[in-house]
């Protein structure tokens, strides 16, 4: 069992490590997202992950498990086109949402760093 574990670690581990650093990213700095955008990124990220589970569920423990990670593939699939229909909508396009709330301080901190970092690739592109 913990030789299992260790060779799905090795396999997940190249894909989670660059996902995980952009999302830290991404987190750092305060962004505003319309409402849609916020709930697509989250669907689109359960349905990819089921996907590549079920996959990783049927390369690792062989074809006879098929039947039953497709069928929960399958739900979870459907789920996500429900939720998709039912909550993505015109209005979610308008509707402004804040993932970060920061004091103002930190805004002005994160900007400075901002420019300093546009400031850094466009002299490195420059030369």
């Known amino acids: 069992m913990l030789q299992q574990l260790n060779r799905i670690l090795e396999k997940i581990m190249p894909f989670l490590a660059p996902i995980a650093v952009l999302l830290g990213l991404l987190s750092r700095y305060p962004v505003t997202l319309p409402r849609n955008v916020v709930v697509h990124s989250f669907l689109y990220s359960l349905f990819f992950f089921s996907n590549a589970l079920t996959t990783l569920w049927v390369s690792m423990f062989g074809v006879?498990?098929?039947?039953?990670?497709?069928?929960?593939?399958?739900?979870?699939?459907?789920?996500?086109?429900?939720?998709?229909?039912?909550?993505?909508?015109?209005?979610?396009?308008?509707?402004?949402?804040?993932?970060?709330?920061?004091?103002?301080?930190?805004?002005?901190?994160l900007l400075s760093e901002l420019n300093y970092l546009n400031q850094?690739?466009?002299?490195?592109g420059k030369s």
């Open 120 to 124: 850094t690739l466009i002299k490195s």
């Open 64 to 109: 006879g498990t098929f039947h039953i990670a497709s069928l929960i593939s399958t739900a979870v699939t459907a789920g996500c086109g429900f939720a998709w229909y039912l909550l993505l909508s015109r209005k979610g396009e308008e509707l402004k949402t804040n993932v970060l709330h920061v004091d103002k301080q930190r805004e002005e901190r």
